[in-house]
């Protein structure tokens, strides 16, 4: 049998005042209560969401939802659809004897931001170069993801998929 207590606290009273506010408060001599009766809380976060897949395989790939990019001596336009996109790759530099660069960007046309940049260095010792890219990328009307190689012996390579609208509806995989 569950065994009802009452609890006093200014604070706990607070607390509940600041984070349910339309409650508008407790009136004057209304006491908290406990009980020792366990209730289950079901979550119905995720489908109240709009989505049934867990958080964590949320942004998995698949067949059907990835694109794969290779950037070689070129610019390239990787992503223009608004929305989240995980983005995840390899920028390489295969020569120590070519001081090539390489990079992905965001752009709205006329300003542009690296998110990661590969500045090949020549010399002694030899320097040979690879980063890895992992990144979650909200773009949005006129935004999109660049990838640039300055030499055929730097790559951007990678694959994308699109995570969820710009409105944060969630996509599938």
């Given at each position: 049998m569950a065994q009802e207590f009452t609890i006093n606290s200014s604070a706990i009273e607070s607390k509940i005042n600041q984070l349910l506010p339309s409650q508008g408060g407790f009136g004057a001599g209304v006491d908290f209560s406990a009980s020792t009766m366990v209730i289950p809380i079901v979550d119905l976060t995720e489908s109240a969401?709009?989505?049934?897949?867990?958080?964590?395989?949320?942004?998995?790939?698949?067949?059907?939802?990835?694109?794969?990019?290779?950037?070689?001596?070129?610019?390239?336009?990787?992503?223009?659809?608004?929305?989240f996109w995980l983005i995840t790759g390899l920028l390489i530099n295969y020569s120590s004897s070519v001081a090539g660069n390489g990079s992905i960007s965001i752009t709205d046309g006329i300003s542009s931001k690296a998110l990661i940049n590969l500045r090949g260095k020549t010399g002694t010792p030899a320097i040979n170069l690879t980063y890895s890219f992992n990144y979650l990328v909200k773009l949005e009307a006129g935004d999109s993801i660049t990838a640039t190689s300055s030499s055929t012996l730097v790559t951007v390579e990678g694959i994308a998929r699109q995570i969820a609208t710009?409105?944060?509806?969630?996509?599938?995989?």
């Amino acid at each position: 049998m569950a065994q009802e207590f009452t609890i006093n606290s200014s604070a706990i009273e607070s607390k509940i005042n600041q984070l349910l506010p339309s409650q508008g408060g407790f009136g004057a001599g209304v006491d908290f209560s406990a009980s020792t009766m366990v209730i289950p809380i079901v979550d119905l976060t995720e489908s109240a969401e709009g989505s049934n897949v867990r958080q964590d395989i949320q942004s998995s790939f698949s067949l059907n939802n990835t694109s794969s990019f290779f950037v070689e001596n070129t610019t390239a336009t990787l992503i223009n659809t608004t929305g989240f996109w995980l983005i995840t790759g390899l920028l390489i530099n295969y020569s120590s004897s070519v001081a090539g660069n390489g990079s992905i960007s965001i752009t709205d046309g006329i300003s542009s931001k690296a998110l990661i940049n590969l500045r090949g260095k020549t010399g002694t010792p030899a320097i040979n170069l690879t980063y890895s890219f992992n990144y979650l990328v909200k773009l949005e009307a006129g935004d999109s993801i660049t990838a640039t190689s300055s030499s055929t012996l730097v790559t951007v390579e990678g694959i994308a998929r699109q995570i969820a609208t710009v409105d944060g509806n969630l996509i599938n995989p």
